[in-house]
């Protein structure tokens, strides 16, 4: 399922994980400690400027099968990628 | 040789900027093609990794074929032990940083001041490296892990030059279709040229296997009519350049180390393929502005220790192995030589000790997966 940007923007989130100035592994490894404690059903948002953990993270939720990715907003190199933890 | 020509700076800034460009437009990244692989399972770079080396491999057999180039031409280095440990902690300080040699320049024009910072730790350890060369690492490190005085590349068999090539390509396109099946592998091509359509500079992502095929042909062009693409040699030299400015060049030659990396150089000074490591952050600053990717990306306080401890480490073993992931996978593996086939084991290796036992990420690559189970039912 992908989400368009202004429905992504309206969810309601239950937990926002700050990766911004962090890079790989670390924008991984912080996203799945976050969908660890969440309880399912439970929307995680990580914000990040790491580009390419826009790819990474959602490759590997989607293998863990541990989440669903919802959608990703981009504005400026400043990305949000929201996850709903399974 | 005397003096350079101005043509080889012209010519080394267009593949600088070409190659800056590309890498930030697929985010193409050494550390990830091998950690998501064993972690996640998340083959995408892997893939591009493969296709560059199969493209590089197949456009030196064809250069050397035609005569473009000369066998003395490819990049081989002595084979040794020291090939698989400066690969291995090469592999390790990469994921520590975060970025390989290219990824830090890429992403350092991409705005991100981490990679800035690894690239001078780099640097530093270059010279690290420089200061205990002559006698303790020469001596005592080098000399007893050589197994063979120069170097060997498999082009250097008497065999058809394309033979090898073709028949390793051939190799990886087989196993290709096993997985994917005819109308996959094909329909892979269709998928990769999607991302040109419409106005491809303001797209912020290219598909890696067609940038992987694009960068494999540029290094073609670079070997035939300049050098073999290298990264750590030229910042080397470029900070020995600095230390003539603040110790004089006396201190150059004085370090034997640095005094044979500047052999060939006219004097002390810039080179075209310095030029072009310049030229990679341009173009890779440039890619960045169009797609609106560029800022200004600084990083969090607490991981600078891995910036700075990963870009030593990547500084001292690329002297080691010697060299990058680019020089050993692209020059190297397309070269077909020895020394660096062993450096790239080494790497996969670091990456494979650092993703484990450092950063303890999942390892889903030696986990029974569920989808497994639903195949066997």
């Known amino acids: 399922m992908s989400l368009k940007a202004e429905e992504l923007k309206g969810l309601e989130i239950n937990h926002h994980v700050d990766g911004v100035g962090e890079v790989c592994p670390h924008t991984l490894n912080i996203a799945l400690s976050a969908l660890k404690k969440a309880k399912p059903g439970e929307v995680v948002v990580e914000e990040t400027d790491h580009s390419i953990a826009t790819k990474t993270i959602p490759a590997a939720v989607k293998m863990n099968k541990i989440a669903e990715v919802l959608g990703i907003v981009e504005e400026n190199g400043l990305y949000k990628i929201y996850l709903r933890k399974l | ?377």
């Open chain 2, 1 to 377: 040789m005397e003096f350079f020509l101005i043509d080889m700076f012209i010519a080394a800034a267009i593949f600088g900027f070409l190659y800056g460009f590309l890498l930030q437009k697929a985010d193409f990244c050494f550390v990830a093609s091998v950690r998501d692989f064993v972690s996640v399972r998340d083959s995408r770079l892997g893939k591009g990794v493969l296709i560059l080396i199969a493209t590089a491999m197949m456009g030196w057999g064809i250069s050397l074929t035609f005569g473009w180039s000369t066998i003395g031409e490819v990049w081989s280095v002595p084979i040794g032990f020291t090939n698989l440990v400066g690969g291995l902690l090469f592999g390790i300080g990469m994921t520590i940083a975060g970025s390989c040699a290219s990824g830090a320049l890429y992403r350092a024009g991409m705005g991100y001041v981490q990679f800035w910072i690894v690239i001078i730790s780099m640097m530093i350890g270059n010279i690290l490296f420089a200061l205990v060369y002559d006698p303790w690492t020469a001596n005592y490190v080098q000399q007893p892990l050589q197994l063979a005085e120069s170097g060997f590349s498999l082009f250097q068999l008497n065999l058809p030059f394309l033979l090898l090539p073709i028949l390793i390509v051939g190799v990886m396109i087989l196993i290709t279709i096993r997985q994917f099946g005819v109308k996959g592998f094909f329909n892979g091509f269709k998928e990769a040229a999607m991302d040109l359509k419409g106005n491809p500079l303001k797209r912020s992502h290219w598909d890696i296997r067609l940038v992987a095929f694009l960068l494999g042909v540029i290094a073609t062009v670079q070997f035939i009519i300049m050098s073999s693409i290298s990264i750590t040699g030229p910042e080397t030299r470029m900070v020995g350049v600095a230390l003539s400015f603040i110790f004089g060049e006396e201190f150059i030659y004085n370090n034997t180390y640095l005094n044979q990396m500047f052999a060939s150089f006219p004097s002390i000074g810039i080179g075209p393929e310095e030029t072009l490591i310049i030229f990679i952050v341009l173009g890779a600053f440039v890619a960045s502005l169009l797609s609106g990717s560029f800022r200004l990306r600084l990083p969090k306080k607490k991981r600078l220790p891995y910036a700075i401890g990963g870009g030593l480490l990547m500084g001292i073993s690329s002297r080691l192995a010697p060299g990058c992931n680019i020089a050993n996978v692209v020059s190297g593996v397309g070269g077909l030589s020895i020394s660096s086939i062993i450096v790239v084991i080494g790497m996969a290796v670091g990456v494979f000790i650092a993703t484990a036992y450092i950063f303890k990420m999942p390892l889903l690559l030696f986990q029974k997966m569920d989808f497994e189970d639903d195949i066997a039912s």
